[in-house]
């Protein structure tokens, strides 16, 4: 039976808890429901197409529907869909491990497998912690605590959450989170230190420094979104923040934990966002495009160093007591080996650096309209500021809502796009047109020009 649009979208108000969302405006209005994609669009079961100007939630790197990873994934399944890696292993799961540790930065060399962003972060936490617990030296085994930034997102989970710091999501929550150090974003736009961009002689990591030397024997690590801290609004750090984060998380004996899930899998420009510093983490997570954006899959990565720190008879316990009863899932880890090798049968990095060069000539354009802040960009992840006043940066209120209003003008135009509060971010996918990127601009532009000049 075909199922028309009202049917469909009744069920979805009667039934569907939609994440992110107030569900008080999301049930006042119509769903979008979407029937099936094509490359880079998106096509409701109307019929009407849409550009896919957030790769789904940040995960396509190919596109939609794409024959080689279509068929990786029904391969797999007529061989089998799931089995268990508690007392057993898998075809798919051993090729993908060793495929990322070769592609991954030097030094990591183990693969622990979730599926999701926030499943990888957790896992992460908690092997940071159980390393320091499990080293003979009293004073290390006192190294419980974590650093992260005050903008970080590293999901929703409650561990991931507690090293969140995005008021927003997070706020509702604090008492059920456990404590760490939190240190200032290089929100260099805003700078929480009162700097001027570029003049600042990177003081945010100087309080970093402060903290790491007062503290070093409690902290058992730093986790830090590379490069690009992605929910936060797209806040690009300047160059050398990174780098200088992994100097000092070496000098301090803290390991540092790379959350690469949004910006893992080429979406910076490189394959991975750490290669730009040449900083190597010593756990380091992926998800998001690990699947191309097809299947639930995570992973964590550690250096042997860690890894070793695990082994000793079961008397010890030093074994890792944790695990999804998906993970290493074979069909996930199967489209994932698609995914690495398309990427690299298309030079795929080569692409996303000609549509970032080309993309970020075009934002110039972007600077003269009236309520564009500022804009940023990394690769292929773009943040575009809304602000009532350039001149005295005022930001629009939260009931002014302009980020919504300026997404849904764009849909319109048949343009998928969601904001940041008053954040715009376009995440395109990563092997569209350039074409398509161009359309993607222009009604983006459009729509922010319509919406805020209607609005002043
Ligand atoms: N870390 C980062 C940097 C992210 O951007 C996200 C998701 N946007 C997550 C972790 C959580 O991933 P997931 O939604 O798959 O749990």
New binding site residues.
């Given amino acids: 039976m075909e199922l028309d649009y009202s049917q469909l979208a009744q069920w979805d108000k009667d039934y569907v808890w939609h994440p992110f969302t107030q569900m008080q405006m999301w049930n006042a209005a119509d769903p979008l429901i979407i029937g099936r994609g094509e490359g880079s669009y998106l096509i409701d079961i109307q019929g009407n197409r849409y550009l896919d100007g957030i790769s789904s939630?940040?995960v396509t790197v190919h596109g939609h529907a794409h024959p080689v990873l279509t068929q990786a994934i029904k391969d797999q399944v007529d061989k089998i869909a799931h089995t268990t890696l508690l007392g057993l292993a898998n075809v798919p799961s051993i090729q993908l491990a060793k495929k990322l540790v070769e592609i991954t930065p030097p030094g990591l060399t183990k693969v622990f497998y979730s599926d999701?962003?926030?499943?990888s972060?957790e896992i992460a936490l908690k092997i940071a912690f159980q390393y320091w617990q499990q080293q003979t030296d009293p004073q290390e085994r006192q190294k419980k605590k974590f650093i992260s930034l005050e903008e970080a997102?590293?999901?929703?989970t409650v561990g991931?959450v507690s090293v969140g710091g995005m008021d927003l999501f997070h706020a509702t929550y604090r008492d059920l989170l456990f404590e760490g150090y939190k240190v200032p974003t290089p929100y260099c736009y805003r700078c929480p230190l009162g700097r001027e961009r570029d003049q600042c002689n990177l003081a945010c990591v100087q309080v970093v420094e402060d903290i790491m030397e007062e503290h070093h024997q409690e902290i058992a690590g730093m986790i830090i979104?590379p490069l690009v801290q992605?929910?936060a609004g797209m806040l690009t750090a300047p160059v050398g923040y990174l780098r200088k984060i992994r100097e000092l998380c070496t000098k301090y004996n803290i390991l540092m934990i790379a959350?690469e899930?949004?910006v893992g899998f080429g979406r910076t420009g490189t394959l991975f966002a750490c290669e730009q510093e040449g900083v190597s983490p010593d756990i380091m997570?992926i998800?998001?495009g690990l699947t191309g954006g097809y299947l639930p899959l995570?992973a964590t990565l550690t250096t042997e160093t860690i890894f070793q720190a695990f082994l000793g008879e079961p008397r010890e316990c030093k074994t890792f007591f944790h695990g999804h009863t998906f993970t290493g899932n074979p069909v996930g880890c199967a489209v994932a080996l698609a995914n690495i090798e398309v990427i690299e049968q298309t030079r795929l990095i080569q692409h996303v650096q000609d549509l970032a060069r080309m993309l970020s000539g075009k934002l110039e354009g972007f600077k003269s309209l009236s309520h564009v802040g500022d804009i940023r960009q990394k690769g292929l992840m773009v943040g575009i500021e809304l602000v009532r006043d350039k001149q005295t940066k005022e930001p629009y209120t939260l009931e002014e809502n302009i980020g919504h209003q300026v997404i849904l003008e764009a849909r319109r135009h048949g343009l998928i796009i969601r904001p940041l509060g008053n954040v715009l971010v376009l995440m395109p996918i990563l092997a569209m047109s350039e074409e398509q990127l161009q359309q993607v601009l222009s009604i983006t532009y459009q729509a922010i020009k319509n919406v805020t000049e209607r609005e002043s």
Wanted: proline share 0%.
């Fill in positions: 939630l940040w999701a962003g926030a499943t972060v997102y590293h999901g929703d991931a979104e992605g929910a959350d899930v949004a997570c998800a998001k995570a």
